[in-house]
């Protein structure tokens, strides 16, 4: 029989739902049993793809080009789950579905209503997740809090799933904070109405996972089982980690979550080993000499924009047994930055800049100002989607000397479209201007940096981005020096690039954060900062030849 887990939250958003979720997949997944993961996003867009970073934070994509919530990237990150686009569930999806069955007369002319058939059709949803015959277990985390509107269908479905599969096929945990008042004292006040609201959906929580700043004690905990009838053992302190996310499975295989969860629905599994995540913690903790690494970007103020960027450099760090320290860097600081010596001092005391993916015009001529600093100064520069097309447009203005080079993106009316729409390249019409969206094959071109990096010709990566570098200037910037080491199975289509006498300077086109692990550092990031690192070597050895003379 097939074995279900629904996480909620209570109380309030952002208290690590997502986290929390990933880190039960993954000690369930050291136990030995196979999981899948999947997120119930109760808002009415279809998926996150027009959402902005801004208001939501990174987006997601899967392999088979699903446009996703960033806590897909939080499942890729602690499990081994597939992800796809089944293991994105909205409103907007399972409402778009049930009406165009109406539209086919497919319920025969009944009344269509939230219950049964919506309930229906998300239940079919979370099902289809899990269906593959060697899973085991299916988490799904259902976005939002307790109490909001936009859930109440799909803690109905969950509801039913536990009353038509039975207890021991179908479990609630249920994560809630337990916030400190002003003289320090932590108060279960909200954990217990929160649970109250659970259960007059229907829902009795099997385990609950308190946040609170600090770890609770027992007779809070004994107090929190009592109001709530969830098993003493079964309230599992969640408390803030001191330095990284990653020690989240940690703190719950000490309370024996992965054994509570077990017990419960009648599995057995073998011993958990933590070697793993304790050693990434180890690293993270780390309290001297971190790597200092730039992200040059736009969407700077809001800390989830570059989520999979963020974490690949940390697990870059982690390849390095070293901790990475992020420097974010809002381009448009480098736009006002007066001349030269201005940026230099802003990166006067880092050892690699990345520039990520982004879209529109903001904050560009920063990111290319930043492109120029790494070049011309063998600084280790990482550029990501849109930091590879920022590389081309440095190049062909610093190099090719075409000074208003651009991407159409930025500036339509350009002299020197180096970065444009297919459609508006006149030789390779037929692509049409769409999003290439997911994993798509690049070759590698031997002898270069990336296929050494890779060690193998033919990569698989995830795209996401609608501008390609131009055919009708490839040629000339070749010829200038800047290496094309990745093209399309075809040949058409520009998907890496590298700076000829630099150290590392590369560009990709696709999106290698999202398949890095902790445990698994993609190997484009363990090479970035395994060259940060040494870059910061080589300077600290100049500054001391410089004091020495
Ligand atoms: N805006 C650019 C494009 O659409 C880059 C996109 C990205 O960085 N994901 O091609």
């Not at 997740?129 to 109905?156: A, K, N, Y």
């Amino acid at each position: 029989m097939k074995k279900y887990i629904f996480v909620t939250g209570g109380v309030c958003s952002s208290l690590g739902k997502g986290i929390a979720a990933a880190s039960l997949g993954s000690l369930i997944e050291l136990r030995g049993l196979r999981i899948r993961m999947a997120k119930i996003d109760p808002y009415i867009n279809v998926d996150a793809g027009t959402m902005s970073p801004y208001q939501h934070g990174e987006v997601y994509v899967t392999d088979d080009g699903a446009e996703t919530d960033l806590d897909l990237g939080n499942y890729a990150r602690f499990t081994a789950s597939p992800l796809g686009r089944a293991s994105s569930i909205t409103t907007g999806q399972v409402y778009q579905e049930v009406i165009d069955r109406e539209r086919e007369g497919k319920y025969l002319g009944r009344t269509v209503q939230v219950i049964p058939h919506i309930t229906d059709r998300i239940k079919q949803r979370i099902f289809a997740v899990g269906e593959h015959q060697d899973v085991d277990v299916t988490i799904v985390e259902v976005g939002g809090t307790v109490g909001d509107i936009e859930s109440v269908p799909f803690l109905e479905a969950a509801r039913q799933m536990i009353h038509e599969l039975g207890h021991q096929n179908v479990m609630s945990v249920h994560l809630t904070l337990v916030p400190e008042v002003a003289g320090g004292e932590l108060k279960t006040k909200p954990t217990q109405h929160s649970v109250k609201e659970l259960r007059a959906i229907g829902i009795q929580p099997d385990v609950l996972l308190c946040r609170a700043p600090r770890a609770l004690d027992d007779d809070m905990r004994r107090k929190i089982a009592l109001f709530t009838n969830v098993p003493f053992e079964a309230v599992i302190s969640a408390y803030d980690v001191d330095h990284t996310i990653y020690e989240i499975p940690l703190i719950f295989a000490r309370q024996q979550f992965d054994t509570i969860v077990l017990d419960r629905l009648g599995l057995s599994g073998g011993e958990c080993a933590l070697d793993d995540w304790e050693h990434v913690v180890d690293v993270m903790s780390q309290r001297t000499d971190p790597v200092r690494i730039a992200v040059v970007g736009k969407y700077i103020d809001l800390n989830d924009s570059y989520k999979s960027v963020d974490e690949a450099l940390f697990h870059g760090g982690i390849a390095n047994d070293r901790r990475v320290e992020l420097v974010k860097v809002d381009s448009e600081t480098l736009e006002d930055a007066d001349g030269g010596e201005a940026v230099a001092a802003i990166f006067c005391d880092v050892d690699g800049i990345l520039v990520p993916g982004g879209f529109g015009s903001r904050g560009i001529e920063g990111m290319v100002r930043a492109a120029r600093y790494a070049r011309t100064n063998g600084v280790p520069y990482f550029g990501i989607c849109l930091g590879l097309q920022v590389m081309v447009i440095e190049y062909a203005r610093s190099v090719v000397g075409y000074q208003d080079a651009n991407s159409t993106e930025f500036e339509p009316d350009t002299a020197h479209p180096v970065v444009a729409l297919l459609e508006e390249q006149v030789d390779v019409r037929k692509y049409g201007g769409t999003m290439r969206l997911g994993a798509s094959e690049s070759n590698l071109l031997a002898g270069s940096l990336i296929r050494s990096i890779y060690d193998e010709p033919v990569i698989m990566e995830r795209h996401r981005h609608r501008y390609e570098v131009s055919n009708r200037y490839r040629r000339e910037i070749e010829e200038a020096g800047l290496m094309v080491t990745g093209v399309t199975p075809d040949h058409s289509l520009v998907e890496s690039v590298q700076w000829p006498d630099h150290p590392w300077g590369i560009g990709v086109q696709f999106h290698p954060e999202f398949k890095s692990k902790p445990v698994e550092a993609h190997p484009l990031f363990a090479a970035f900062v395994e060259s940060s690192i040494a870059h910061a070597r080589r300077d600290a050895s100049a500054v001391r030849v410089g004091a020495g003379a």
